[in-house]
């Protein structure tokens, strides 16, 4: 239960660092930034390990840059 609240927890952070950082509004909810934040979280574990073993915690930086990476490749589809 406790690793579902971190995970929460630093999902709200993440995603709320992202959402300030990226040039330009971006227009979500709470759980959205919250799901934001875990997603980038586990694309730069994606990235980083390479699909090898299981899913470890990522850096925050790394974690931060994946949510990055996730509103851009969001506005670039959604156009």
């Known amino acids: 239960m406790l690793n579902i609240l971190g995970a929460v927890v630093s999902g709200l952070i993440v995603g709320a660092l992202a959402r ?5 509004t971006v227009d979500l909810g709470w759980v959205q930034t919250i799901l934001l934040g875990i997603g980038g979280s586990l694309l730069a574990d994606l990235v980083i ?6 899913f470890n915690r990522a850096g925050c930086l790394s974690s931060l840059l994946g949510a990055l990476a996730l509103i851009f490749l969001g506005r670039w589809l959604l156009g």
């Open 49 to 54: 390990t390479r699909g090898r073993g299981g």
């Open 20 to 24: 300030w950082f990226y040039p330009g």
